[in-house]
């Protein structure tokens, strides 16, 4: 079983619209669709916006289905020109850009359990995502990727988050999610399309790429299940 997990309803329309043997089930709040994708079977699991929702979401779905891969499908703003509107972040590691304990002497985004601020993605499954984003004629590239209860949406932030972390792209959920599956021993994966540059007139540009973005991310996870 592969897991996938997404935060907004529009990133996994086309997934769900792509299922065979659909079987819908709720855990608190939480919705979990299990199925077929690409004739493997997945569990589509929707967390809702931000870390704590994505945390709560991850362990459910490891508990009750055990998932050997957990990957994140959605969209990001992006933090680096080599990223455009439709592109896609693989990530290669996920940082938690507002997890701050530096008032007690620790580097920012510092984690005690893996002794560093990166929560790792699966080097395997991230080249697999690139091979399955270039056949589908989808700009992808390798990128790490910072997640905070926060929209990103001014020039400061981002360029805090570049200088302390060096990510290419910022989303809500891709740390918790990769954070609890490292707890957890369960490989994970992050597929980022971008919906917004980050700064200008963000909100418009989020709301104008969001179904483009969406429609990248599931397509290249769609690729992805076909390679696994
Ligand atoms: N998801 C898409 N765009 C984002 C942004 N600018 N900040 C945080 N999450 C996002």
């Not at 994505?54 to 994140?72: D, E, H, K």
């Not at 933090?79 to 007690?104: K, N, Q, W, Y």
């Not at 790792?120 to 091979?131: E, G, H, N, S, V």
Request: hydrophobic share 45%.
């Amino acid at each position: 079983m592969i897991g996938i997990i997404c935060a907004l309803d529009i990133e996994a329309e086309k997934l769900k619209s792509s299922m065979t043997d659909a079987a819908t089930e709720k855990i608190g709040r939480l919705v979990f669709t299990a199925g077929k994708l690409m004739g493997k079977k997945v569990v589509i699991g929707m967390a809702g916006v931000g870390k704590v929702n994505a945390a709560m979401c991850t362990q459910a779905m490891i508990m009750r289905y055990n998932p050997w891969l957990v990957v994140n499908s959605g969209v990001a703003g992006s933090l680096s020109p080599r990223l455009d509107i439709g592109d896609i972040a693989v990530g290669t590691g996920v940082v938690e850009h507002d997890f701050d304990t530096t008032a007690v002497g620790d580097a920012p985004g510092y984690f005690n359990e893996i002794d560093g601020d990166t929560f790792p993605c699966d080097a395997d499954i991230a080249a697999a995502i690139l091979r399955a984003a270039k056949g589908e004629n989808i700009r992808a590239l390798p990128a790490k990727i910072a997640s905070g209860d926060q929209f990103v949406s001014d020039s400061e932030t981002k360029a805090r988050i570049v200088r302390l972390f060096g990510a290419e792209a910022c989303e809500m959920e891709g740390g918790a999610i990769a954070h609890v599956c490292h707890g957890n021993g369960v490989k994970c994966a992050v597929i980022r399309a971008i919906s917004d540059s980050t700064d200008g007139e963000h909100h418009i540009e989020f709301y104008k790429f969001l179904p483009i973005a969406a429609e990248n991310s599931a397509r290249v996870m769609l690729a992805l299940l076909r390679e696994l």
